[in-house]
């Protein structure tokens, strides 16, 4: 690879919220500052295989919850563009959610590293660099997760409560678990605070919890928190 190829690399955004692609583009779009170009966006899973097969690029900044199916769904039908021998399509996870299913889930499907939202730009443009030449990129104490995930033999078990909830709202109950008021977790999501109110109420009904107190509760003992 010619040292021009080493400072260039082409990059596919996908996440469903376009003000956050949007975002992400301003901080790491600039091609003659930081060397990436951005070749393509999309918001869902079925967007993110068509766009990811039509332009091949070298690294995905993949959201790990997506209309469709999720991070994952796109990683397993992107296997074989991730395991050609001559030009890899490589992943690399950019969440708000710092659960350790989520991050081994997609490091399991096959992403390079998994990086949070709270991740500076120039950061950013280092761990992008870092996965497409090869390297396993992560956010401080997330790494810990998955070494702990594959050095284990035993399966994790079924949680038939926790598997009610989708991963919207798996992300809001984790949230309000955490303290966050209606509206810092609409800001954070990026969605209306009335959604919110709409997943807190679907997830006090699907676990049959009474008030956000027992919510809390409920989450802290399975380590959600």
């Not at 399509?89 to 590293?113: H, K, P, T």
Request: with cysteine.
């Amino acid at each position: 690879m010619s040292t021009e190829e080493q400072r260039r690399v082409r990059v596919v955004l996908v996440d469903d919220h376009r003000m956050f692609r949007t975002g992400v583009q301003a901080e790491i779009g600039a091609t003659e500052e930081t060397g990436v170009e951005v070749v393509g966006e999309a918001a869902d899973v079925d967007q993110a295989v068509a766009v990811v097969t039509a332009t091949r690029p070298e690294v995905v900044l993949l959201d790990v919850h997506l209309p469709g199916g999720g991070g994952v769904e796109v990683l397993r039908r992107c296997a074989a563009l991730a395991a050609d021998p001559d030009h890899p399509v490589r992943f690399l996870a950019l969440s708000v959610s710092d659960a350790a299913e989520d991050v081994i889930g997609v490091i399991r499907g096959g992403a390079r590293g998994y990086v949070t939202k709270t991740i500076t730009g120039p950061d950013l443009v280092t761990s992008i660099f870092r996965v497409r030449d090869g390297d396993a990129v992560f956010s401080p104490r997330l790494a810990g997760f998955v070494l702990d995930a594959f050095a284990s033999t035993d399966a994790p078990p079924v949680d038939e409560d926790l598997d009610r909830l989708t991963q919207r709202e798996r992300e809001v109950l984790r949230l309000i678990a955490r303290g966050y008021a209606y509206k810092e977790i609409a800001k954070q999501l990026f969605i209306s605070v009335k959604t919110v109110e709409s997943h807190v109420s679907a997830v006090l009904r699907k676990l049959q919890l009474s008030n956000r107190h027992e919510l809390t509760r409920w989450a802290t003992a399975r380590r959600l928190v």
